[in-house]
């Protein structure tokens, strides 16, 4: 069965400053790997993937990833966050049953 | 184009109401998806359609009837909801069934119902 760790449920922060959201996954088939964002009042928004080729995966506002076969990881990082990064922050893997499963989500709460 | 659209965005209903949601893509998609998502926490999988049939039946109580008139629409059927019903429905499309690359699943922005 495949399953999807969020190590942590809240991660505050200020401006500026890196920022870390760890994911851990379970799979015993080939895994695809996403991380989607929420803002308040919204649906999800899909902000990288990683599917097969290069272990580092960007998005377009800062965020990278990277697939971390051994340690079974992928960790969502950005260098330097700003106000508008606050949201909700969810990592999924697809495996072969056409599912997506869920981490139970990290709150990103940027502080000026 | 890569736009899922839901409507409508609020709801409130009695618990004797009938009502529906509706979701529309015209990205091609042939999997198309319905989540009830309550606060703070992920999306939980209720329905799928592939190819216009119903793929996936999460074990969703009777209240909720979905349908899949072409493969650009989807509707959810409410009746006789309870108040624990009350939470952000999401919509969403993919590629297809097939798993991996084609599983990534593009979102609506939800409805956000409310049972009284």
């Known amino acids: 069965a495949q399953s999807v760790t969020q190590l942590d449920s809240q991660v505050p922060v200020f401006e500026e400053a890196p920022v870390e959201l760890r994911c851990n996954y379970s799979s015993s088939v080939s895994v695809y790997l996403f991380w989607y964002v929420q803002y308040p009042n919204q649906g999800l928004q899909l902000l990288l993937k990683y599917l097969s080729g290069s272990t580092l995966v960007e998005s377009i506002n800062g965020f990278e990833a990277e697939f971390n076969k051994s340690q079974t990881s992928f960790h969502l990082r950005k260098p330097s966050v700003h106000i508008s990064d606050t949201a909700e922050y969810f990592c999924a893997v697809s495996g072969n049953t056409g599912k997506l499963i869920f981490g139970q989500g990290t709150t990103l709460q940027v502080k000026p | 184009d890569t736009e899922v659209t839901q409507t409508p965005k609020h709801l409130v209903m009695g618990m004797t109401n009938k009502k529906s949601l509706k979701c529309e893509q015209h990205m091609g998609h042939r999997a198309m998806y319905w989540y009830k998502q309550k606060a703070k926490k992920p999306p939980e999988l209720m329905f799928v359609y592939s190819y216009e049939k119903l793929s996936i039946n999460e074990s969703v109580p009777s209240r909720f009837s979905p349908e899949c008139p072409n493969s650009s629409l989807l509707n959810l059927h409410l009746h006789a909801l309870q108040p624990e019903d009350s939470a952000l429905y999401l919509c969403?499309?993919?590629?297809?069934?097939?798993?991996?690359?084609?599983?990534?699943?593009?979102f609506g922005p939800g409805t956000r119902l409310t049972v009284t």
């Open positions: 969403a499309s993919s590629q297809g069934l097939a798993g991996g690359p084609f599983n990534e699943q593009y």
